[in-house]
Nanobody, 123 residues
Protein backbone atom coordinates (compact mmCIF):
# COMPACT_ATOMS: atom_id res chain seq x y z
CA UNK A 1 0.00 0.00 0.00
CA UNK A 2 1.36 3.39 -0.94
CA UNK A 3 0.17 6.52 0.85
CA UNK A 4 0.54 9.98 -0.65
CA UNK A 5 -0.16 13.07 1.43
CA UNK A 6 -1.11 16.44 -0.01
CA UNK A 7 -2.52 19.75 1.12
CA UNK A 8 0.33 21.01 3.25
CA UNK A 9 1.61 24.55 3.00
CA UNK A 10 2.09 27.82 4.80
CA UNK A 11 -0.75 29.51 6.62
CA UNK A 12 -1.17 32.29 9.14
CA UNK A 13 -2.16 31.53 12.70
CA UNK A 14 -5.89 31.11 13.06
CA UNK A 15 -6.31 29.89 9.52
CA UNK A 16 -7.51 26.52 8.21
CA UNK A 17 -5.81 23.82 6.18
CA UNK A 18 -6.98 20.41 5.04
CA UNK A 19 -4.62 17.50 4.45
CA UNK A 20 -5.42 14.50 2.28
CA UNK A 21 -3.84 11.07 2.12
CA UNK A 22 -4.59 8.88 -0.88
CA UNK A 23 -4.03 5.14 -0.60
CA UNK A 24 -3.01 3.14 -3.66
CA UNK A 25 -5.40 0.32 -2.82
CA UNK A 26 -8.11 -0.67 -0.43
CA UNK A 27 -6.58 -2.75 2.31
CA UNK A 28 -7.47 -4.49 5.52
CA UNK A 29 -4.83 -2.17 7.01
CA UNK A 30 -7.51 0.51 6.99
CA UNK A 31 -8.81 -0.93 10.24
CA UNK A 32 -6.83 1.85 11.88
CA UNK A 33 -5.59 4.92 10.07
CA UNK A 34 -4.22 8.14 11.38
CA UNK A 35 -2.16 11.29 11.18
CA UNK A 36 1.12 11.85 12.95
CA UNK A 37 3.40 14.86 13.03
CA UNK A 38 7.02 15.62 13.73
CA UNK A 39 8.24 19.08 14.59
CA UNK A 40 11.92 20.03 14.19
CA UNK A 41 13.96 18.53 17.00
CA UNK A 42 11.07 16.47 18.33
CA UNK A 43 9.86 12.92 17.96
CA UNK A 44 6.90 11.85 15.88
CA UNK A 45 3.60 12.06 17.75
CA UNK A 46 0.09 10.90 17.05
CA UNK A 47 -2.41 13.60 16.09
CA UNK A 48 -5.61 11.76 15.24
CA UNK A 49 -6.78 8.24 14.47
CA UNK A 50 -9.89 6.71 12.94
CA UNK A 51 -10.83 3.06 13.07
CA UNK A 52 -12.91 0.70 10.99
CA UNK A 53 -16.07 1.79 12.76
CA UNK A 54 -15.23 5.47 12.25
CA UNK A 55 -14.43 5.95 15.92
CA UNK A 56 -11.95 8.78 16.30
CA UNK A 57 -9.36 9.85 18.82
CA UNK A 58 -7.37 13.07 19.04
CA UNK A 59 -4.30 14.29 20.81
CA UNK A 60 -5.18 16.76 23.53
CA UNK A 61 -3.29 19.55 21.78
CA UNK A 62 -5.57 19.41 18.71
CA UNK A 63 -8.88 18.26 20.13
CA UNK A 64 -11.65 20.63 19.13
CA UNK A 65 -9.58 22.14 16.31
CA UNK A 66 -8.77 19.16 14.05
CA UNK A 67 -11.14 16.66 12.48
CA UNK A 68 -10.11 13.34 10.97
CA UNK A 69 -12.31 11.64 8.40
CA UNK A 70 -12.08 9.12 5.59
CA UNK A 71 -13.77 8.27 2.33
CA UNK A 72 -13.55 4.53 1.77
CA UNK A 73 -14.79 4.78 -1.80
CA UNK A 74 -11.96 7.17 -2.63
CA UNK A 75 -9.48 5.37 -0.36
CA UNK A 76 -8.60 8.74 1.09
CA UNK A 77 -7.94 9.96 4.61
CA UNK A 78 -8.43 13.61 5.56
CA UNK A 79 -7.36 15.92 8.34
CA UNK A 80 -9.24 19.19 8.57
CA UNK A 81 -7.27 21.64 10.68
CA UNK A 82 -8.84 24.83 12.00
CA UNK A 83 -7.57 27.59 14.28
CA UNK A 84 -3.99 26.66 13.48
CA UNK A 85 -1.25 27.72 15.86
CA UNK A 86 2.49 28.20 15.29
CA UNK A 87 3.07 25.13 17.46
CA UNK A 88 1.21 23.05 14.87
CA UNK A 89 4.15 23.58 12.52
CA UNK A 90 5.49 20.15 11.62
CA UNK A 91 5.82 17.50 8.97
CA UNK A 92 2.55 15.60 8.88
CA UNK A 93 2.45 11.90 8.02
CA UNK A 94 -0.47 9.61 7.39
CA UNK A 95 -0.35 5.97 8.34
CA UNK A 96 -2.47 2.90 7.92
CA UNK A 97 -2.38 -0.40 9.71
CA UNK A 98 -1.51 1.29 12.99
CA UNK A 99 -0.69 -1.48 15.41
CA UNK A 100 0.25 -2.16 19.00
CA UNK A 101 -3.19 -2.34 20.53
CA UNK A 102 -6.41 -0.44 20.12
CA UNK A 103 -6.58 2.27 17.47
CA UNK A 104 -5.14 5.22 19.34
CA UNK A 105 -2.94 8.29 18.99
CA UNK A 106 -0.57 6.80 21.56
CA UNK A 107 0.55 4.13 19.07
CA UNK A 108 3.78 4.69 17.18
CA UNK A 109 4.02 1.76 14.80
CA UNK A 110 2.17 1.23 11.55
CA UNK A 111 2.42 -1.06 8.59
CA UNK A 112 2.48 1.76 6.05
CA UNK A 113 3.54 5.40 6.16
CA UNK A 114 3.33 8.26 3.73
CA UNK A 115 6.33 10.45 3.00
CA UNK A 116 4.85 13.46 4.71
CA UNK A 117 3.62 16.94 3.91
CA UNK A 118 4.93 20.10 5.56
CA UNK A 119 2.63 22.44 7.47
CA UNK A 120 4.02 25.80 8.53
CA UNK A 121 1.98 28.19 10.65
CA UNK A 122 3.23 31.74 11.04
CA UNK A 123 2.25 34.10 13.82
Amino acid sequence: VQLVESGGGSVQAGGPLTLSCAASEYSYNMYCMGWFRQAPGKGRAGVATIDWHVATEYAGTVKGRFTISKDNAKQTLYLQMNSLKPEDTAMYYCATGIRGGTCSVVRSEANYWGRGTQVTVSS
